[in-house]
């Protein structure tokens, strides 16, 4: 009877007792009272014998049920997880090439997916405004990075002339006063930065997350699609970023500058 502790008849649906009497049915050995079994006058399973169906106690199916549901929601979460996709690469991608390590990154993951999976284009990134053209050097997103710094230059043109006059050419001071076309120059360039640093607030994110896609696809393909070891450890040296190409970028714009002083010191804007 320790089997059937808490099992109940098929039939009546009553719990079983030590005393009962008690019939085991020969196809799939489901236990029935006897008497049920006289009234029904066959197994109340007869109807799934022809399938191999095998009476199992309650808990023993319970047991076998939820590891196989366990497994079962295991393997389809490991599943979604492999086959999201976000412009073509998987969210896993994107956190090895991205190196998230902190909460915070953690979240400008997120915010990135949810980016890419409603398509949208237009995020904010101040960073990527404020610290135009060094944000995209160091993000590897060189093209974007060289057009920025030369717009970057060329607004500041008029400035950087009328800075380096007033210090370095004193005597000129006083035609510098009556140039207006520099003045309205200074001016509209000073719009203009203001509209590009806006402009990469805004697009920012858009043009790293086309970055990042593009990067992913081409080292998947050096990694055998993606199945080698080595794989997940490339897209994190891929993603770093670049301090190098900041100081680059830097030494360009000095250069830019000292050969605009010495226009000024050799009078070309006098």
Same mark, same amino acid.
């Given at each position: 009877m320790g089997k059937l502790n808490g099992t109940v008849c098929e039939v009546c649906r009553e719990p079983f007792k030590d005393d009962d009497d008690i019939v085991y049915c020969p196809d799939c050995g489901a236990p029935v009272h006897r008497s049920c079994w006289h009234e029904k006058g066959e197994c109340p399973y007869a109807h799934l014998h022809g399938e191999g169906f095998v009476w199992k106690p309650a808990e023993e199916e319970k047991e076998q049920e939820e590891p196989d549901a366990l497994e079962a929601a295991a393997a389809a979460a490991e599943k979604d997880f492999e086959e999201e996709k976000y412009m073509g690469v998987s969210e896993r991608e994107m956190a090895a090439y991205m190196n998230v390590r902190s909460p915070q990154q953690m979240f400008r993951l997120a915010s990135l997916c949810d980016m890419m999976a409603n398509g949208r284009k237009v995020g904010f990134n101040i960073f990527s405004g404020i610290l135009v053209p060094y944000y995209q050097f160091y993000k590897g997103l060189t093209p974007?990075?060289?057009?920025?710094? @030369? #717009? $970057? @230059?060329? =607004? +500041?043109?008029?400035?950087?002339? !009328?800075?380096?006059?007033?210090?370095?050419?004193? $005597? !000129? #001071?006083?035609?510098?006063? &009556?140039? !207006? =076309?520099? #003045?309205?120059?200074?001016?509209?360039?000073g719009y203009v930065r203001i509209g590009l640093m806006l402009a990469l607030c805004l697009l920012g994110d858009y043009f790293y997350v086309l970055k990042m896609s593009k990067r992913i696809k081409e080292i998947r393909v050096l990694y055998n699609n993606g199945k080698t070891p080595e794989y997940y450890d490339a897209l994190s &040296?891929?993603?770093?970023? +670049?301090?190098g190409r900041v100081i680059a970028a830097l030494g360009v714009q000095f250069v830019l500058s000292m050969a605009v002083m010495t226009f000024i010191m050799a009078g070309y804007f006098g």
């Open positions: 974007l990075g060289i057009l920025a710094l @030369f #717009v $970057d @230059f060329l =607004t +500041s043109l008029p400035q950087i002339i !009328m800075y380096g006059i007033y210090f370095l050419r004193p $005597d !000129m #001071v006083e035609q510098l006063a &009556e140039n !207006m =076309t520099l #003045v309205a120059a200074a001016g509209i360039a &040296e891929a993603g770093r970023g +670049s301090w």
